[in-house]
């Protein structure tokens, strides 16, 4: 199982309900999809985001940022 965590740059964290898919990505791939599941109640604060993903043992695998939603 993967775990997830967005964080804006002013602190914001929001609550990551659901990975898809949830088992780890593959290493060496160069493209793959992952959908990103989050809820925060009230208005959306600005962004851009930062996605770290951690693999099923706890060890940060991989961060990503400026993630920007719709």
């Not at 914001?12 to 109640?41: D, H, K, N």
């Not at 959306?44 to 985001?49: A, I, M, N, Q």
């Amino acid at each position: 199982m993967v775990r997830a965590e967005l964080a804006g740059r002013d602190g914001a964290r929001l609550t990551v309900i659901r990975l898809w898919p949830s088992e780890p990505l593959l290493p060496g791939t160069m493209r793959q999809r992952l959908f990103v599941e989050a809820e925060w109640e009230g208005e959306l604060p600005p962004g851009p985001y930062t996605l770290d993903l951690w693999n099923a043992e706890g060890e940060r695998s991989v961060t990503l940022q400026d993630v920007i939603f719709p």
